[in-house]
């Protein structure tokens, strides 16, 4: 069995909605599975901001995706990468360098402008050339764009959106002693938009594969919001940080008020927070990763969530040799996608399990004899044996 992930509903979704000519919207699936490393995302992102589709046209960044996929192996990013000449640093001439290839996934890192509105009066000359660098940028002149915004910053050093978007284009390039300057730079003067000034140096050290200097940003941010646990327990996954990463999520969600909480089908960082607390669990606590899902995974559209329990039955099978456990998590997963094959599949496998193990062996708990039951129930047309529990066990 294939292992089915979040990223893979995300570019499920994304694949979709592109051959509906949703651009817009599947744009925004393929970005969340290319944020956590889906190769096949990232090449689809790659030929949309070249082309503008449903994004706004810009080279740097498709390359920065493309170059991305290349490194993970697939076949039509390597074969586009070998298509293309050596190219140029659009900001200022010189040479590409070969650490442009990571893009810091945009959970972390913010497009230019997003740290707020600028404090400046509405028609301020500061505040034309500003917004013109962000008209620019879109265009796909780079160059042009941070041209504009030093000259803001030469105007006005307080500018926090400015030296924020001079950052964020010079860390899609590969520039990282560039983008580190500008973050610095904002995060003197940054007041409230710190916090998210801090996210994105994690996302330009992050991109830089410094995952212990983005650990110690991410966790200098006092207020943690959903997509800044995202952000930290990707770099602690990355470092093999399992528990803690588990830890971190739990302790989250436990401090959430569910009531008051937005709709997951609205919020796909909060979304991500359940899925990789899942994932996360299972690799160190499996067995807390069931309860966990029991707690948070109706905060899972019915998809993602059938396929959280799918990858813990297929641990249970493969990993643990748990039949019965495995059966209760893929007997959840069908049942909030009844029509995947796949899943179905599974789930016969488990029953079999079942079944072969439980079958005429005396003395089952009770939890062993209801397994027994639900393997019968699916499998069709078998009778579980009736049990006697002469000790009393429960």
């Known amino acids: 069995m294939v292992k089915v992930s979040f990223s893979d509903w995300n570019c499920k979704n994304g694949l979709r909605l592109y051959a509906e000519k949703d651009y817009g919207?599947?744009?925004?699936?393929?970005?969340r599975a290319a944020e956590c490393g889906h190769p096949e995302a990232q090449y689809r992102l790659w030929k949309m901001c070249v082309e503008g589709a449903g994004v706004a046209r810009d080279i740097d960044n498709a390359l920065k995706w493309l170059r991305k996929a290349a490194d993970q192996g697939h076949a039509g990013a390597r074969m586009d990468l070998d298509a293309l000449g050596p190219g140029?640093?659009?900001?200022?001439?010189?040479?590409?360098?070969?650490?442009?290839?990571?893009?810091a996934p945009a959970a972390i890192v913010s497009e230019a402008g997003d740290a707020g509105e600028p404090a400046a009066v509405p028609g301020d000359?500061?505040?034309?050339?500003?917004?013109?660098g962000l008209r620019e940028k879109d265009a796909g002149n780079i160059s042009g764009a941070v041209a504009l915004w030093k000259k803001v910053l030469e105007g006005n050093f307080r500018h926090v959106n400015a030296a924020n978007a001079i950052a964020c284009v010079y860390a899609r390039?590969?520039?990282?002693d560039m983008a580190k300057k500008y973050i610095d730079m904002a995060l003197k003067v940054g007041g409230d938009r710190a916090d998210?000034?801090?996210a994105n140096l994690a996302g330009i050290y992050y991109s830089f594969d410094r995952f212990e200097e983005a650990e110690d940003v991410l966790d200098s941010i006092?207020?943690?919001?959903?997509?800044?646990?995202?952000s930290l327990a990707r770099v602690l996954g990355t470092e093999g940080k399992m528990e803690r990463a588990a830890d971190l999520i739990e302790g989250?969600?436990?401090g959430l008020r569910f009531a008051e909480a937005p709709r997951a089908d609205g919020d796909p960082a909060l979304q991500e927070v359940v899925a990789r607390g899942a994932d996360c669990l299972l690799e160190c606590r499996p067995y807390d990763a069931v309860d966990f899902l029991g707690k948070y995974s109706?905060?899972?559209p019915p998809e993602p969530r059938s396929m959280a329990y799918f990858n813990a039955g297929i641990h249970f099978l493969q990993e643990e040799d748990d039949g019965v456990t495995a059966l209760n998590c893929l007997s959840e997963a069908v049942r909030n996608d009844p029509g995947d094959e796949e899943m179905k599949e599974a789930l016969f496998d488990a029953a079999w399990r079942v079944v072969a193990e439980l079958e005429g062996r005396d003395n089952l708990f009770k939890s062993e004899v209801r397994a027994l039951a639900l393997a019968c129930e699916t499998l069709g047309g078998l009778k579980p044996v009736q049990q006697d529990f002469p000790d009393g066990r429960t």
């Open 173 to 176: 390039s590969g520039r990282l």
């Open 298 to 300: 109706r905060l899972l």
């Open 88 to 103: 140029r640093d659009p900001l200022d001439g010189e040479a590409r360098t070969k650490a442009s290839a990571a893009e």
């Open 125 to 132: 000359r500061l505040e034309e050339w500003y917004r013109e």
């Open 196 to 198: 998210l000034l801090r």
């Open 222 to 230: 006092e207020r943690k919001d959903a997509r800044t646990i995202c």
């Open 25 to 31: 919207g599947a744009a925004g699936f393929f970005r």
């Open 252 to 254: 989250f969600l436990s």
